[in-house]
């Protein structure tokens, strides 16, 4: 289910990718994975402590959609963004409403935060009631403070009041004063809580296991 294209990767394995793709998502199926017990309990209520949530993840992971599947669920997140450039919100949108797949569009999405489990998360919660919304919010920059400054601008553009948000995104654009070598720089959450200073930010982090990013 994880979708990873690696441009040095033949064509022939690029003509065949959108069957295999297609496949896997007529293979995803959803269940609940948080226990429910006290723990699960505390963390709905903390990460819904506020109408905006902000979660990071490592992009390429496989089970990421099925912790998003339960989040929503059960904090009432009504809205949810995701961290895929803008121009693919009609493209998830056309799937979630006909479920046909403009493959072309994503086709050389690099570093695994696209996969076939989110086509079919969103249509499932769409379909279901659980979801009204879901928007797209990354404007690439090759100036990484720009690209979040961007971002969190888009993510202000789309958020309603009293409406519950989850947002989506990589690890690095939670951390506020992120470093890179000797440089700090600006993230997405460092821009949302100048407006948003009650926002919370979570993080997904697996114990064991692979990811598929950008080949590695």
């Not at 948080?34 to 309990?41: A, E, N, Q, Y």
């Not at 489990?117 to 379909?127: A, I, Y």
């Not at 821009?191 to 990811?211: D, E, M, T």
Request: positive net charge.
């Amino acid at each position: 289910q994880y979708f990873f294209m690696n441009k040095n990767w033949s064509n022939q394995f690029y003509k065949q990718n959108e069957e295999v793709f297609l496949n896997e998502i007529k293979k995803v199926k959803f269940s609940s994975i948080l226990p429910s017990d006290k723990i699960t309990k505390t963390f709905i209520e903390n990460i819904t402590a506020s109408q905006i949530c902000v979660l990071g993840e490592t992009h390429g992971i496989l089970e990421n959609v099925q912790v998003y599947f339960d989040i929503i669920k059960l904090g009432g997140f009504t809205a949810v963004g995701l961290e895929w450039d803008r121009k693919l919100e009609k493209v998830l949108y056309k799937y979630i409403k006909t479920g046909k797949l403009d493959f072309k569009t994503i086709q050389d999405s690099p570093d695994g935060r696209i996969t076939a489990g989110h086509f079919v998360l969103f249509r499932e919660l769409v379909e279901q009631g659980y979801v009204k919304r879901v928007f797209c919010f990354d404007q690439w920059d090759k100036n990484w403070d720009k690209r979040d400054l961007n971002m969190a601008k888009n993510i202000e553009s789309k958020l309603k009041k009293n409406k519950k948000t989850l947002i989506i995104t990589g690890l690095t654009h939670v951390q506020n004063s992120p470093k890179f070598g000797d440089e700090t720089h600006v993230s997405v959450v460092d821009h949302l809580q100048k407006k948003h200073p009650k926002l919370v930010v979570a993080k997904i982090s697996f114990k064991s296991g692979y990811y598929q990013n950008f080949g590695k």
